[in-house]
């Protein structure tokens, strides 16, 4: 067997920074998203928060950075909790 040289390492590794697939981009946040929009959410807001990570949200912090208020609910924060995900 021949092992993976540094320039092929670096690219799987730049492509998983770019495409991450774990169980958060996987799973979480699909039902996250699926989960808001039965509720009345935009879906194409929400798609774009799926593929880019970011909230569509109008609301943002003095600085710009998002906060997570703006993206789930309280009731939301605090089921993540429950079920141990720890959002910052």
Known sequence: MQAMSEREFRSWQQFYDESPFDDLHRYHRPAAMLAQVQVGGD????????????????????????????QFSAADLRTFEALGMRLS
Request: negative net charge; glycine residues 10%.
């Open 43 to 70: 879906f194409t807001a929400r798609l774009r928060w799926l593929a880019d990570g970011v909230d569509p949200g109008p609301e943002q912090s003095e600085l710009g950075a998002l906060r997570m208020s703006d």
